[in-house]
């Protein structure tokens, strides 16, 4: 067990955990920022995509001993007050069934956008297969990635 | 319209007075005495308990509870439409409550595809009533006929005296107004909500900031974690287990056994996980230990020589066969799936000495609460359950075997436990989608006609693995449709679809090699095998001859079916949860390898709801049919599952998916299941597409397996 002085969404948080912890667990269980999903835990599915250092990140293989004093942002840190434009157009496509991988789609591809602001729609499918939607609201996450990089 | 007051009869509609003035309307939303609204006055809701209210408090804000467990099917959404379209609410100011587990509630669980079809006219009514109550409440505080009140956008306008008052101003005077035994409703030409598709999933906000809505986003202070380590091989039982080196690791609390588990119990989910790593555990035999190559045997071996159960039997098929020009036979196998819903199995339990606290995702958790009454001899009323939303179901949350685990484990270790299962767990566990074969054999006339039919369906755990009513039954003048079951410990369960998930597929890839083999064209002779059945009806028919033929002739329409030169082009149709579905699948050829490019679906399940949400299932629905047609399948070794996360367990992503057209008949029919009937009928599309491409047909799943994509033509 070790303290571990991160920073998350713009704050120094801390934690005290063994070094092999994944940062997925770090969040959730010991930082109380449960928006990041825990889906498969062998980084297959993306549902525990955060940013590290402006990268997308599975979240659920990424020991908390590897982060440093590298900037995560979670889901709750994307935007101040949920008006992220994919946040934005996530409701206005209305993408989500359960819900329950939204979060790091989002994650998936505002990385993606911060990289590729008018990504085609080949792009965002290369970048978006990597994130698993099981009751498969594919169609409306790639609509509104598209809507997303014309509000950016 | 008549007007009574009484409180003699059962509660449908309570009425109180809020403190600080305001109404609740209190509905018991799936009574049976929907029609029986009565008053039940002089309740003073000081602390205000919303379960099962429809509140308006005086600033006018509208409160309605959601009772169902909301898995993706947009039931939370849904269901305060249907109240508030006949309320004549302003939709921004009502606020959706998800309620939890109360007996107030009947049918308070999801599956079936059955809530909205269930809930329909009992939700309009509520609205209605309310309505009514304001609109009298207006009227007679003007002194003007009610008549000549009109309620639109959470206001009550006069239209002659140019008075206005919102829902709010007229609350309390509403509550004291007699409940209407019976309320006018809505022309459906009049609908603002209804049937449109303005209204967004009004759980987006929450959903896109990652805010704690699901099971495992559940904390509490004091909670402490837990996994099970379960039999990893279908038939063997726990014998004995040294949990020393686990029990020493950083932050594990204990280590337990109950049944044939090993629990481990720690201080957070990483140090359990990485615990149960180091627990050592002997199991025995107890079953036999059943691998897919037994299954494959049994399959053809029960085909012929089962002890088979009659489903239907119409004319006589012998004589119809051996009179036959010409007989087509077809055979059709799918593997075990597992549901593997993104959120993995958990629930929160903490049994005290004075009751129980429950808090999870379930699809049914009334049956959650009776199961684990039952499992600790604790009464139902000393049973709460909070009902989460769910990261998907797909009915492996209609069964509780997560839950009671939770709560046996609580009871034992006097703490209040979060199980969690890991997504291994969660696909090595069971309750699969079980294993069917079909054999399908069809005697044709010298003309083309169908003559005789027969349907043997061999499952494992299976259960009835026919739907022996549906289509082509009721056509046929001479049919045979049995089954025979395999008793397996391979446990098995309701799949999104339960059964038709893979039986539309077979019969109607089936349908059309007959069609095929009759020189048919295969849309036309399914309808001409449904003007048979119209005219000269077989036995008994449960499906609507005229939907399905509507649906069929859109579909036809709608994908210009016989008219396209680029693409190969499949059919299907199917009923289930009482409604249509017929689809439609282009498949063009890339590589010498088939590809779905677009599937078209035009859906009957009568009045739709939202029109935004329900296309959003149908959609979902196809990818949900062409994945696991595709791709997916769970294999077995010695009674221990081959595939145990997504990175061998193969889903659709992204990139599989084909572009989906969807349609919706519009008769205004009051509404049918809409969350799985999509579903069934895409495989079989997809299948005769890829022989209209290919010239020939893939028989088992996943498709991915078979010849026609591997071989380079």
Avoid at chain 2, 6 to 17: E, G, H, I, Q, W
Avoid at chain 2, 176 to 195: E, S
Avoid at chain 2, 243 to 263: E, L, R, Y
Avoid at chain 2, 690 to 713: H, L, M, W, Y
Wanted: glycine share 8%.
């Amino acid at each position: 067990m070790a303290i571990y002085k991160l920073q998350v969404n713009g704050k120094t948080l801390q934690a005290d955990v063994e070094a092999d912890t994944p940062l997925l667990w770090v969040l959730r269980d010991h930082l109380g920022l449960v928006g990041t999903k825990y889906g498969c835990g062998i980084a297959q599915c993306g549902a525990c995509t955060v940013h590290v250092n402006g990268s997308a990140t599975r979240s659920c293989v990424y020991p908390v001993s590897a982060v440093g004093t590298s900037q995560v942002i979670t889901i709750e840190g994307l935007s101040e007050k949920g008006d992220h434009p994919l946040q934005k157009a996530w409701d206005e496509i209305d993408v989500a069934q359960c819900g329950y991988c939204q979060a790091g789609q989002i994650m998936t591809a505002a990385a993606l956008l911060k990289q590729n602001p008018k990504p085609s729609m080949d792009e965002i499918e290369v970048t978006m297969n990597g994130n698993i939607c099981r009751c498969g609201a594919y169609h409306r996450i790639r609509e509104a990635v598209k809507l997303a990089s014309t509000k950016i | 319209m008549k007007s009574t007051t009484t409180n003699s009869r059962r509660d449908f509609l309570k009425m109180s007075a809020i403190t600080g003035g305001g109404l609740v309307l209190g509905f018991n939303w799936f009574s049976a005495e929907a029609s029986a609204p009565v008053v039940f006055s002089s309740v003073i809701a000081g602390d205000i308990n919303f379960n099962s209210y429809l509140s308006i408090a005086t600033d006018g804000a509208i409160t309605i509870m959601s009772p169902n467990p909301e898995l993706g099917q947009n039931i939370i959404t849904s269901f305060p439409m249907v109240v508030a379209e006949e309320l004549e609410a302003d939709w921004k100011m009502v606020k959706i409550v998800q309620a939890n587990l109360d007996n107030k509630f009947d049918r308070q669980l999801t599956g079936g595809s059955g809530a909205v079809p269930h809930s329909w006219k009992l939700l309009r009514n509520a609205g209605a009533t309310a309505k009514f109550m304001l609109i009298e409440a207006a009227a007679k505080k003007w002194a003007v006929p009610a008549s000549e009140c009109i309620a639109a956008n959470s206001f009550v306008n006069h239209s002659r005296s140019g008075k206005k008052l919102g829902f709010g101003e007229l609350a309390e005077a509403a509550s004291k107004i007699p409940v209407p035994a019976t309320v006018k409703l809505k022309d459906r030409k009049d609908f603002k909500l209804i049937g449109k598709s303005s209204v967004r999933n009004v759980e987006n906000l929450k959903i896109v900031t990652g805010k704690p809505l699901f099971g495992l986003d559940f904390y509490r202070d004091g909670m402490v974690f837990a996994m099970i380590q379960r039999p990893e091989q279908f038939g063997m039982k726990l014998k004995s287990f040294d949990g020393s080196i686990a029990k020493s690791m950083p932050g594990i609390i204990d280590v337990v056994s109950f049944k044939n588990n090993v629990a481990v119990v720690g201080k957070s989910t990483w140090q359990v996980l990485k615990a149960r790593k180091m627990l050592k555990i002997e199991y025995e035999k107890e079953f036999a230990l059943e691998s897919t190559e037994d299954h494959d045997k049994l399959f053809l071996n029960l085909m012929d020589n089962g002890q088979a159960t009659v489903r239907r039997k119409d004319g006589d098929v012998d004589a119809a066969f051996k009179n036959a020009a010409k007989v087509i036979k077809g055979e059709y196998q799918c593997p075990f799936i597992s549901h593997s819903p993104m959120e993995p199995m958990n629930f929160f339990a903490h049994v005290r000495p004075d009751g129980v606290e429950l808090v999870g995702p379930t699809q049914t958790p009334g049956r959650a609460r009776a199961e684990i009454s039952k499992l600790l001899n604790i009464p139902e009323d000393k049973i709460t359950v909070q009902i989460t939303r769910l990261g998907g179901g797909f009915g492996r949350r209609l069964y509780n075997d997560f839950a009671l685990e939770a709560a046996e484990l609580s009871s034992i270790i006097k703490a209040p436990v979060k199980l969690i299962w890991t997504k291994e767990d969660d696909m090595t566990a069971g309750t699969y989608r079980p294993a069917v074969r079909y054999r399908f054999e069809a005697a044709l006339d010298a003309s083309g006609n169908l003559t005789g039919y027969k349907l043997r369906g061999v499952g494992i755990n299976s259960g009835n693995p026919t739907r022996e009513h549906n289509f082509p039954s009721g056509s046929v003048e001479n049919l045979l449709i049995d089954s025979v079951e395999h008793k397996s410990p391979i446990t098995t369960g309701a799949w999104r679809a339960p059964i038709t998930n893979f039986l539309a597929f077979a019969e109607q890839a089936f349908i059309d090699e007959v069609a095929q083999a009759a020189g048919k064209d295969p849309v036309q002779f399914r309808l001409d095998l449904l003007a048979k059945a119209k005219k000269s009806p077989v036995g008994d028919i449960r499906y609507d001859i005229s939907r399905m033929e509507g649906v069929i002739k859109m579909v036809a329409e709608k994908s210009g079916w016989g008219k396209k030169k680029d693409v190969s082009q499949g059919f299907s149709v199917y009923f289930s949860h009482a409604s249509y579905v017929a689809q439609v699948a282009d498949v063009v050829m890339r590589a010498g390898l088939p590809v779905v490019k677009k599937i078209y679906a035009v859906s009957d399940c009568g009045q739709v709801v939202s029109l935004n949400g329900a296309s959003h299932q149908v959609m979902g629905g196809i990818v949900d049919g062409l994945g696991h047609a595709m791709y997916s399948k769970l294999s077995f070794r010695d009674g221990a599952a081959d595939q145990n996360n997504y990175n061998t367990y193969r889903l659709i992503r992204m990139k599989e998916v084909p572009e989906i057209e969807t349609h919706f008949v519009d008769n205004g029919i009051d509404p049918t299941g809409l969350g799985e009937p999509a579903l069934p009928p895409t495989g079989g599309a997809v299948a005769n597409a890829i022989f209209k491409a290919t010239g020939k047909r893939v028989r088992n799943q996943p498709f991915i397996e078979e010849d026609v994509f591997k071989t380079i033509s």
